[in-house]
């Protein structure tokens, strides 16, 4: 890890992984990418080559049905699915980063062999039910309650814009509750646990999918739950321990978001990159005017920068180092260059750029919310002054 960082070069395992998506993203995504954004449908043909790869298993180990790999791998191959379809992109990490990675790190090993064998094969996907309708980037202020009664828990609540929920193949939604008051040195706050809640629960409701201005083959609703009950034993991790657990998930996801970051970024360069080789203004190539060229040049340096920051968090998570702050880090430059880019080629393309026809108009779009999930940009900075020691 720390070599490549150094010199900005993948080894070949990984170089040949990203070539493998490149590919595929080329060949099976970006010919159906503007269909499934114009519809508003989700891609089940282009999830199923994702899980026929084992997209959905690179990071976890073999023994649950994964590949083997790590969070670089993961991270390597949703950059390069962004550079032709955020939706794509974000299906992958959400079912990844959010919906099997918390059975993977704090999970019991019955619910590790339960769940992680269909998550990792693609065969199923999970939903991560942190945020609520009036919660927003306060996640301490979660008001889904879970008390428990007869060996089950009984949930009652809503969550909004989660992913993956909704999905003919959807499984389960990890969600946070409270579920009582801490005592000790946390004396009078909430108590909030995760607790696993399968597709098809009884009281378990999916609202229809939101209307959205990106990420449009995305899966997105509100979930609500009257009196939904559960065993016991779906409790996640340590009860009173799941707000935290969530707050570390965040934090790998924010490298993974980084990532898909520098990919919508990368392919805002790939798409000028042919449009200005192609289109003429006043006698000439626009490629050939300076101005342009300054423009693209620019985005080109967003995009690389970017890169070496999720690089840098992933190099630090991989020496099992504390990562909080270079996660943010790279989550914050890379989404503020991914917005900056799409900005840029929408401008190059001109009248073109504002058309759907091509692809710069959707990566538009789906920029935006890059700079909103996961943590917003404010909430980054507010993590950066806090690792500085700024209280």
């Known amino acids: 890890m720390t070599d490549f960082l150094a010199t900005g070069m993948l080894p070949d395992h990984y170089e040949q992984l990203a070539k493998t998506v490149r590919d595929f993203a080329q060949s099976v995504v970006a010919p159906v990418a503007a269909k499934h954004d114009e519809e508003h449908s989700f891609p089940y043909e282009v999830v199923s080559g994702m899980a026929d790869m084992g997209l959905f298993g690179l990071p976890f180990p073999e023994e649950y049905g994964g590949m083997g790999g790590d969070f670089t791998a993961l991270c390597i191959t949703l950059e390069e699915l962004a550079r032709v ?217 967003r995009a690389h920068t970017a890169r070496l920051g999720y690089y840098a968090a992933l190099a630090k998570m991989a020496r099992a180092e504390p990562f909080k702050k270079e996660a943010a880090i790279a989550k914050l430059v890379a989404s503020n260059a991914a917005m900056d880019n799409a900005r840029d080629a929408t401008q190059i393309f001109g009248g073109y750029g504002f058309m759907n026809e091509f692809p710069v108009g959707r990566f538009y779009r789906d920029a935006k919310i890059l700079e909103i999930g996961e943590g917003t940009s404010e909430v980054q900075r507010m993590l950066i002054a806090r690792e500085l020691g700024l209280r």
């Not at 990792?120 to 609520?132: I, N, R, V, Y």
């Open 85 to 301: 379809d955020s939706s794509v992109a974000i299906t992958l990490e959400a079912g990844v980063s959010l919906g099997a990675m918390p059975v993977f790190r704090f999970g019991t090993e019955a619910q590790k062999q339960e769940w992680l064998p269909k998550l990792c094969s693609g065969e199923m996907l999970g939903g991560f039910g942190l945020t609520e309708p009036g919660g927003g980037s306060d996640a301490g202020a979660t008001a889904t309650t879970a008390r428990r009664d007869g060996g089950e828990w009984v949930i009652n609540g809503s969550k909004a814009f989660i992913t993956n929920s909704g999905t003919d193949i959807t499984g389960l939604v990890t969600v946070t509750a409270v579920t009582g008051t801490a005592t000790g040195a946390e004396a009078g706050r909430k108590e909030i646990s995760a607790i696993i809640v399968p597709a098809g629960t009884p009281g378990f409701a999916v609202s229809k999918k939101y209307s959205k201005v990106g990420w449009n083959a995305s899966d997105t609703h509100e979930l609500s739950f009257v009196d939904c009950r559960v065993p016991e034993e779906n409790l996640l991790g340590s009860q009173g321990r799941g707000y935290a657990q969530f707050l570390s998930i965040l934090d790998e996801g924010r490298i993974a978001i980084a990532a898909v970051s520098v990919g919508l970024a990368q392919g805002c360069v790939d798409e000028c990159l042919r449009y200005v080789g192609e289109r003429e203004a006043f006698g000439h190539k626009i490629g050939e005017y300076q101005a342009i060229q300054f423009k693209i040049a620019d985005m080109e340096a």
